[in-house]
């Protein structure tokens, strides 16, 4: 099983930046793949950015070059950095881990993000 507690939210003007940490209460060393997904109100939980044990990330299309997702092993936390942020970015964040491809996906609470333009 894995625990995932977000933080990092919080509300920012258009063109500001956040960073969102996810700490997993053991370690990630071995986690398949973990990442970000968003919701929106009214709308499904979409993809944001995903970054494998080993291997490349990848990002939406709507994301690439202003956010940025990185996993520290000997912190346990996966990060994404958000910067030139839009309006359209205000959504709840959840952290992802999948452990393999074979494993159920694990999830964080989530943590507001809101950008006023």
């Known amino acids: 099983q894995v625990q995932l507690v977000e933080s990092g939210g919080g509300s920012v003007q258009a063109g500001g930046s956040l960073r969102l940490s996810c700490a997993s209460a053991?370690?990630?060393?071995?986690?398949?793949?973990m990442g970000w997904y968003r919701q929106a109100p009214g709308k499904q939980r979409d993809l944001v950015a995903t970054?494998?044990?080993?291997?490349?990330?990848n990002y939406a299309d709507s994301v690439k070059g202003r956010f940025t997702i990185s996993r520290d092993n000997a912190k346990k936390t996966v990060y994404l950095q958000m910067n030139s942020l839009k309006s359209e970015d205000t959504a709840v964040y959840y952290c992802?881990?999948?452990?393999?491809?074979?494993?159920?996906?694990?999830w964080g609470q989530g943590t507001q993000v809101t950008v006023s333009s």
């Open positions: 992802y881990a999948r452990p393999s491809i074979v494993s159920s996906a694990y």
């Open positions: 053991r370690s990630i060393c071995t986690i398949n793949v």
């Open positions: 970054i494998p044990s080993a291997g490349s990330t």
